[in-house]
């Protein structure tokens, strides 16, 4: 397998939210990356109704877990 390039929580954000702006039922969110977790990092959604929008969290989760098998979070 190989090594996962390492990324800030500040790119990580980023690069999940121009996948996230692709959609419209997650315009209004926002995402915050913490980590480490048992999986190695993770995002949730920040936002109004975004944050009850089980399409844009499954969207999210989705996301999340690919760039998983891509990145870390670096400290």
Do not use: Y
């Amino acid at each position: 397998m190989p090594e996962r390039t390492m990324k800030t929580a500040v790119e990580l954000e980023s690069m999940i939210m121009a996948e996230l702006r692709e959609h419209p039922e997650c315009e209004s969110a926002a995402v915050v990356v913490v980590g480490p977790t048992g999986a190695g990092w993770d995002a949730s959604l920040a936002g109004t109704e975004a944050t009850i929008d089980v399409d844009c969290q499954e969207r999210l989760g989705a996301i999340t877990n690919k760039l998983r098998q891509k990145f870390d979070l670096a400290a």
